[in-house]
Structure formats: C-alpha cells, structure tokens
C-alpha cells in the first residue's frame, strides 16, 4: 500500500477501541493506494497461556484476512508447543478465511497447545470485528 493512516487515537478512528474477551486494538492502519482504501492492518495483543501474545492482522474490503503475524517482546509461549503458533505452519492457514473464526472448525489447533492457539482465534476474531465495524 502507498499510505497507512494510523486509524486508533486519530481523527480517522470511527469506532472507539474496542474490548472483546479483555483483547482490545492496539492499532489500526488504513491501506490506500491511488487515494482508495484497499485494506486494513490492525494489531490486538492477547493473553496466551504463557504471557501477551501481538497479532498484526492484515485484512481487505471484504472482511478477508490477507495474512497475520504472531510474537512481538513479551512472546513467552512454552517452546515446542505453543511458540509453534509463529510458525507459517499455523498462521499461513488464516489466509483467505473471514469471521467468525473458530477454533477445530475452520483453524487447527497447534498440537498440545490449544490455550495459545485459542488466544490467537480470538484475537483474529477481534480485529476481523473491529474492522467490519469501520466506515469504508
């Protein structure tokens, strides 16, 4: 995209934050190119069963995630099992879907670490929420 307008805390946020399961936008960013909105990226940090887990999820007009990544600092999921949730083995699966999302229904679980993996469903969920939410 050729300019990100920070959406939270501006003139341009149409909804305030938003506090869904205690998981709440940390920010959001309008994609334009050529002066047209073609997407939303938007970060939500979540409790995972070891500490804060940042998801940064990219979503276009239709309510479409584009993709999604998972860690940031505080990252402290158990190594083997719930760290596997920043592996393109778990996030690559969110491409294409839209809401709701559901954990065992349309998102695999990480094997051994279903608290982690709920987490970030739900904090998918949220911003898929919030951005649907948004005057286009």
Known sequence: YEIHERL???????????AVNNDSIDYC???LAN?????YTAQVTVKGYGGEIEIVVGVDNDGVITGINVGGAN?????GLGAKTKEPAFTEQ????SSPLTL??????????SVSSGAIVNGVNTV?????????
Do not use: H, P, Q
């Open 8 to 18: 939270v805390g501006s003139e341009m946020c149409i909804r305030d934050r938003l």
């Open 29 to 31: 960013y309008k994609g």
């Open 35 to 39: 002066g047209e909105t073609k997407g």
């Open 75 to 79: 990252f402290s999921e158990t190594a």
């Open 94 to 97: 969110f491409k294409g879907l």
């Open 104 to 113: 065992k229904g349309n998102v695999d679980s990480v094997s051994g670490a």
């Open 128 to 136: 898929l929420d919030y951005v649907a939410g948004l005057e286009k």
